[in-house]
């Protein structure tokens, strides 16, 4: 069965890295999420992206933030100067569009020290 | 804005009683309605999802919601929990005809106890 795939599992960085997160969407699936979920917190929508472009961010997805696609198969979540806040789980999920099934991906858990 | 209400952080039932984790949608429009379970140190996985057909769906390992538009309810049940059924149980929402950015519950513990 298909699945979305996420590497690292575990990234520990100091604070002020750079950091980059992966993901494998589905192969033949066209919309791509990032989610975190802070320990003990609920899980909160990053950003949406379409058609190799955002679709959607939240207010959590500042200008530290960026999304890629660098080729047809990985999606990237980079965060450029991490901060200590900025730990928690991070989810990448696929879509075939915007009202059906988001598959998610296992998670990386995001240490920042 | 679109939100979704899990009330308690934490249910306990026996081997084999009824499971009942309750959901409520803000929302004067129907939305797209979802119920995930996570299991320890895995993804989420959808259970079930509610997309404006049926009002009783059916999901996997045994699990069903029913929307109740009246109650702007999405209670998951199943008649008899497993202990493998021991997890953390996220509803969440899509606004119908809208973006697709899910709105998710701040999630339910299931403990079950053998």
């Known amino acids: 069965e298909p699945e979305v795939t996420q590497t690292p599992s575990h990234q520990v960085t100091q604070m002020g890295q750079e950091v980059i997160l992966r993901c494998v969407p589905i192969s033949n699936h066209l919309y791509f999420y990032w989610y975190r979920q802070i320990l003990g917190q609920k899980v909160e929508f990053l950003v949406s992206?379409?058609?190799?472009?955002?679709?959607?961010k939240s207010e959590i997805f500042d200008d530290q933030f960026s999304v890629e696609r660098p080729d047809g198969s990985n999606f990237t979540l980079k965060i450029r100067s991490t901060k200590l806040e900025d730990s928690a789980m991070y989810f990448c999920a696929s879509s075939e569009g915007t009202s059906t099934e988001q598959f998610f991906g296992p998670g990386t858990r995001l240490t920042v020290l | 804005a679109q939100s979704v209400t899990q009330l308690g952080s934490h249910v306990s039932v026996s081997e084999g009683a009824l499971v009942l984790l309750r959901c409520n949608y803000s929302?004067?429009?129907?939305?797209?309605l979802f119920w995930y379970v996570q299991y320890p140190n895995q993804g989420l996985q959808l259970l079930l999802k509610?997309?404006?057909?049926?009002?009783l769906v059916k999901g996997i390992n045994g699990f069903e919601a029913e929307f109740k538009k009246s109650e702007t309810s999405f209670h998951l049940t199943k008649p008899s929990a497993h202990m493998s059924d021991a997890a953390e149980y996220f509803c969440?929402?899509?606004?119908?005809?809208?973006?697709?950015?899910?709105?998710f519950g701040k999630g339910i513990t299931l403990s079950v106890r053998p």
């Open positions: 969440a929402v899509i606004p119908t005809g809208a973006n697709s950015k899910l709105t």
């Open positions: 929302s004067s429009v129907p939305p797209y």
């Open positions: 509610y997309t404006s057909a049926a009002t």
């Open positions: 992206f379409y058609n190799n472009e955002i679709s959607e």
